[in-house]
Nanobody, 126 residues
Framework: QVQPVESGGGSVQAGGSLRLACLSS????????VGWFRQVPGKEREGVAA????????VYADSVRGRFTISRDYIKNTVYLQMNNLKPEDTAMYYC???????????????????WGQGTQVTVSS
């Protein structure tokens, strides 16, 4: 069973960058569809980006397209979320999630995923 573990969160000023990492403490994450989500208190969890097992399918939310990049490192068994030009509205707890399904029609829906990490906090100040 894949068990995602996130790292890389922190506090930055607007316009700055952070890179989040997601690896599995269990079996390899390389064969799973993986998504990054974020959530602020009182709001629903929002899909940010997702990547297929082969890395050919990349999906982004409109709010982050052009600023965030999702990628895989198969040797390190890790999925990254590079976040550039961060804005205060990007402040949230960021979660990595994985699904045993190799494909999905709704990669940015939380319902697609069955394994979740504990989250890493990202705070962007103006």
């Amino acid at each position: 069973q894949v068990q995602p573990v996130e790292s890389g969160g922190g506090s930055v000023q607007a316009g700055g960058s952070l890179r989040l990492a997601c690896l599995s403490s269990g079996v390899t994450i390389n064969t799973n569809f993986v998504g990054w989500f974020r959530q602020v208190p009182g709001k629903e969890r929002e899909g940010v980006a997702a990547i297929s097992p082969g890395g050919r399918s990349l999906v982004y939310a409109d709010s982050v397209r052009g600023r965030f990049t999702i990628s895989r490192d198969y040797i390190k068994n890790t999925v990254y979320l590079q976040m550039n030009n961060l804005k205060p509205e990007d402040t949230a707890m960021y979660y990595c999630a994985a699904t045993r399904r190799s494909g999905t029609n709704d990669p940015l829906s939380p319902r697609t995923y069955d394994s979740w990490g504990q989250g890493t906090q990202v705070t962007v100040s103006s």
